[in-house]
T-cell receptor, first 114, second 113 residues
């Protein structure tokens, strides 16, 4: 079946704009993660969902970041009042969540805030 | 946030050479993973390690889970052009796929013609 898909692939926003990034996980995957990858760095954890429940949001850098997964499948990461430091690649990953199950990553959304 | 320490930061090698890279942490992880990321793509899993001391191979790739559970190593033998990319280690506190990954800083591999 299809892998994890993300849209848009690229987003340019003016500082202060709100943006919404979408993730379509692999069908049947209960676990969904968002990571932020700054230029030249490894991905850093933002938040985790198990089905529709957001169980961990400890990595969200500020209250301008908000994520949801209302029906336990598609997830949206929203960033309000974007700042230049929000420029990064936002990666989504999904997993069956069981023992030794792999996290599969999408291609990411590259966000540039001007 | 925390990132694991990877070395070297970059490598320039000739085709056919062997490659070694490592990853260290100040805290214990019970799962070590190695990913490869190509430009414009998400990370792709290469090897997963679930037991301290474990040595696992995937074709020309071999990885080891350090016995202290604070480090891991990846070796690539007889490198080929498609090995070019950025390699990331990642650790998990448990063996379950519903837990976040802590990534390393990455090793960029370049093959010199």
């Amino acid at each position: 079946g299809a892998g994890v898909s993300q849209s848009p692939r690229y987003k340019v926003a003016k500082r202060g704009q709100d943006v919404a990034l979408r993730c379509d996980p692999i069908s049947g995957h209960v676990s969904l993660f968002w990571y932020q990858q700054a230029l030249g760095q490894g991905p850093e954890f933002l938040t985790y969902f198990q089905n529709e429940a957001q169980l961990d949001k400890s990595g969200l850098p500020s209250d301008r970041f908000f994520a949801e997964r209302p029906e336990g499948s598609v997830s949206t990461l929203k960033i309000q009042r974007t700042q230049q430091e929000d420029s990064a690649v936002y990666l989504c990953a999904s997993s069956l969540g069981g023992r030794q199950e792999t996290q599969y990553f999408g291609p990411g959304t590259r966000l540039l805030v001007l | 946030g925390q990132q694991l320490n990877q070395s070297p930061q970059s490598m320039f090698i000739q085709e056919g050479e062997d490659v070694s890279m490592n990853c260290t942490s100040s805290s214990i992880f019970n799962t070590w993973l190695w990913y490869k990321q190509d430009p414009g793509e998400g990370p792709v899993l290469l090897i997963a390690l679930y037991k301290a001391g474990e040595l696992t191979s995937n074709g020309r790739l071999t990885a080891q889970f350090g016995i202290t559970r604070k480090d891991s190593f990846l070796n690539i033998s007889a490198s080929i052009p498609s090995d070019v990319g950025i390699y990331f280690c990642a650790g998990q506190k448990s063996n379950f796929g519903n837990e976040k990954l802590t990534f390393g800083t990455g090793t960029r591999l370049t093959i010199i013609p």
